[in-house]
């Protein structure tokens, strides 16, 4: 089978961890070697939050810059910011709900324009699948779930060796069971917001 490299970006609490540990179980389910890392960063700060995972034959689970087949961010600056892991033919997924970091509500720094940061993303990828995944979690029941709200998009996209019933089935493994039906319905969200876009 052919390597996949997947870069997630997010901040500190956003889900990163427990998405990269869905991802990852479902491609045990599938049967497909997996690698992963993480960065924790200020993760308790708010701080970036990263996570590496490399689907199928690899002999690192490091990804280097312009080496991301996939990049999904759960705030819009931190996928701007790691646009460097990304080529020409990679596939960006990412929340249009920002949080903005404390120097921007402090009046130290200035948030990106979104219309902007898009079309930065566009044009030195191959696709952009960008929508307000905040919406879509807080809809499903909980903004905790924005992590699976991705996550459903991303599966949507069938660039990944793995198919949505093996990644329910890591939901229902990796989450508490009292948030199992909350997140197979954010999944579900997730994966109709990337069909319309």
Request: with cysteine; charged share 15%; proline share 5%.
């Amino acid at each position: 089978m052919e390597t996949i490299r997947l870069i997630i970006v997010a901040v500190g609490g956003q889900g990163n961890l427990l998405a990269s540990k869905i991802l990852g179980e479902a491609a045990l389910l599938a049967g497909v070697p997996v690698k992963m890392s993480e960065i924790h960063g200020m993760a308790q700060r708010g701080g970036v939050v990263e996570s590496a995972i490399v689907f199928g034959p690899a002999h690192s689970n490091l990804i280097a810059d312009g080496e991301a087949d996939l990049l999904l961010g759960f705030e819009p600056s931190e996928t701007l910011r790691a646009l460097n892991k990304c080529n020409p033919g990679t596939t960006v997924i990412t929340n249009l709900a920002p949080l903005p970091p404390f120097t921007v509500a402090i009046g130290k720094g200035t948030y990106p324009d979104l219309d902007r940061l898009q079309t930065v993303i566009r044009a030195k990828t191959r696709q952009l699948i960008a929508f307000d995944a905040a919406t879509l979690a807080k809809a499903a029941g909980s903004i905790l779930s924005l992590n699976v709200v991705l996550l459903g998009a991303l599966v949507q996209t069938g660039l990944l060796p793995v198919t949505a019933q093996q990644v329910q089935q890591a939901i229902r493994s990796k989450t508490k069971p009292d948030f199992v039906d909350l997140n197979l319905n954010a999944l579900d969200k997730g994966m109709a917001a990337a069909r319309k876009v």
